[in-house]
């Protein structure tokens, strides 16, 4: 009988992908122990319900040879395995491991079971048969059994922990896409702009530049990382508005409503800036007198418990009048799915729709 391990042996070169090195801990070490000896316990009383010996002497013998492999297996693993990021020795020293530990628990188990055996019952013959055939039989199937088993269990979580990264990357690759395609736009319009303001009103050309400044120092900040808080999106937001609002003076004008009490909760970067843009884009800078925004984060009630509302709302032109192809919000909103998708599968949903006044209404809902 040998121990259950968690992943399987690695038996090539390319899953030994960068990722944070195997840990091993005592909490393992103390599942799989249990696990062997409940399951010593059981061959134990299958032999005695079997009438082959003694429960007792049964018991010594299955837990002497499977505490033994276990033991030799798993302090094994850890010893060849640190500084991997599998928990196992890969190629023929993981196939030589697992047989040191079925040699080594048939060994000395049974003869410690032998020991107990004589001690336990004086009188008894002890057969060759006794002795070797039925321990070591048992140890070989118990083995075998429990390696497919959690080979297959182990590979499985190796596959599933690839695509997770795998994932990972992606988003990530999705955002520096998102932040490629959004701020030149932005940064050269609004670089035309400082150059005509520089000229006839420095005042409003030096306030947009710190805007500017802060809006980069932020984007920058924000690139290095997975998220950030709710505040510093709507930071964020609000340089950009402003940018926005000297460009077009008095046609913009805006509205962020964010309560302190979901001001540190965390969001992806850029995960509305994508919505306020195509507002102003799309909705207020083809309308001749302009509009408003009202960016709103609130708590919600819902069936499955409290959610987070987020929305971006203009009195603009409205979905009708988007440029062809960009009915649904364009490029932005596409990537803003697959993100959603991405870092919260089915506990976030994105909708986007035109308001019966006028106007657009993009809501994010974040279980």
Same mark, same amino acid.
């Given at each position: 009988?040998?121990?259950?391990?968690?992943?399987?042996?690695?038996?090539?070169?390319?899953?030994?992908?960068?990722?944070?090195?195997?840990?091993?801990?005592?909490?393992?070490?103390?599942?799989?122990?249990?696990?062997?000896?409940?399951?010593?316990?059981?061959?134990?009383?299958? =032999?005695?319900?079997?009438?082959?010996?003694?429960?007792?002497?049964?018991?010594?013998?299955?837990?002497?040879?499977?505490?033994?492999? &276990?033991?030799?297996?798993?302090?094994? $693993?850890?010893?060849?395995?640190?500084?991997?990021?599998?928990?196992?020795?890969?190629?023929?020293?993981?196939?030589?491991?697992?047989?040191?530990?079925?040699?080594?628990?048939? @060994?000395?188990?049974?003869?410690?079971?032998?020991?107990?055996?004589? &001690?336990?019952?004086?009188?008894?013959?002890?057969?060759?048969?006794?002795?070797? &055939?039925?321990?070591?039989?048992?140890?070989?199937?118990?083995?075998?059994?429990?390696?497919?088993?959690?080979?297959?269990?182990?590979?499985?979580?190796? =596959?599933?922990?690839?695509?997770?990264?795998?994932?990972?990357?992606?988003?990530?690759?999705?955002?520096?896409?998102?932040?490629?395609?959004?701020?030149?736009?932005?940064?050269?319009?609004?670089?035309?702009?400082?150059?005509? =303001?520089?000229?006839?009103?420095?005042?409003?050309?030096?306030?947009?530049?710190?805007?500017?400044?802060?809006?980069?120092?932020?984007?920058?900040?924000?690139?290095?990382?997975?998220?950030?808080?709710?505040?510093?999106?709507?930071?964020?937001?609000?340089?950009?508005?402003?940018?926005?609002?000297?460009?077009?003076?008095?046609? =913009?004008?805006?509205?962020?409503?964010?309560?302190?009490?979901?001001?540190?909760?965390?969001?992806?970067?850029?995960?509305?800036?994508?919505?306020?843009?195509?507002? /102003?884009?799309?909705?207020?800078?083809?309308?001749?007198?302009?509009?408003?925004?009202?960016?709103?984060?609130?708590? /919600? @009630? @819902?069936?499955?418990?409290?959610?987070? %509302?987020?929305?971006?709302?203009?009195?603009?032109?409205?979905?009708?009048?988007?440029?062809?192809?960009?009915?649904?919000?364009?490029?932005?909103?596409?990537?803003?799915? %697959? $993100?959603?998708?991405?870092?919260?599968?089915?506990?976030?949903?994105? %909708?986007?729709?035109?308001?019966?006044?006028?106007?657009?209404?993009?809501?994010?809902?974040?279980?």
């Amino acid at each position: 009988m040998r121990l259950p391990w968690p992943t399987m042996p690695d038996t090539s070169t390319t899953s030994r992908q960068a990722g944070p090195a195997f840990s091993f801990s005592g909490a393992t070490l103390a599942r799989h122990g249990a696990a062997t000896v409940a399951i010593s316990a059981l061959i134990a009383a299958t =032999l005695t319900l079997a009438y082959h010996g003694r429960w007792d002497v049964n018991l010594v013998y299955s837990l002497s040879i499977g505490i033994i492999s &276990w033991l030799t297996i798993d302090l094994g $693993r850890w010893r060849l395995s640190r500084g991997q990021t599998l928990p196992w020795p890969g190629g023929w020293r993981g196939m030589a491991l697992v047989a040191a530990g079925i040699m080594t628990g048939f @060994a000395l188990g049974s003869l410690i079971g032998s020991t107990y055996r004589q &001690w336990a019952e004086p009188g008894a013959v002890s057969t060759l048969a006794h002795s070797l &055939w039925m321990p070591l039989l048992i140890t070989t199937i118990a083995s075998m059994t429990m390696s497919l088993g959690f080979f297959v269990r182990g590979y499985s979580r190796h =596959l599933q922990m690839q695509a997770e990264q795998a994932q990972r990357q992606a988003a990530q690759a999705q955002l520096t896409l998102l932040q490629a395609q959004l701020e030149p736009h932005m940064l050269f319009n609004t670089l035309a702009n400082l150059r005509v =303001l520089v000229g006839s009103d420095p005042q409003r050309a030096q306030a947009m530049l710190d805007h500017l400044i802060a809006y980069l120092r932020a984007t920058l900040g924000g690139s290095r990382s997975t998220s950030h808080a709710l505040r510093e999106e709507f930071a964020r937001l609000r340089d950009y508005l402003e940018l926005m609002s000297i460009r077009m003076g008095p046609r =913009l004008r805006y509205t962020l409503e964010l309560p302190e009490e979901l001001a540190e909760t965390l969001v992806p970067p850029l995960l509305l800036q994508p919505l306020v843009e195509n507002c /102003i884009r799309h909705g207020l800078e083809p309308k001749l007198e302009g509009g408003s925004i009202t960016v709103r984060a609130r708590r /919600i @009630a @819902a069936a499955a418990g409290a959610q987070i %509302e987020l929305t971006v709302a203009d009195d603009g032109m409205g979905l009708g009048h988007a440029p062809p192809g960009q009915g649904d919000g364009g490029f932005g909103t596409a990537q803003l799915r %697959e $993100r959603l998708a991405n870092r919260y599968g089915g506990a976030a949903r994105f %909708e986007l729709a035109a308001l019966p006044e006028g106007g657009t209404l993009a809501r994010i809902t974040l279980a």
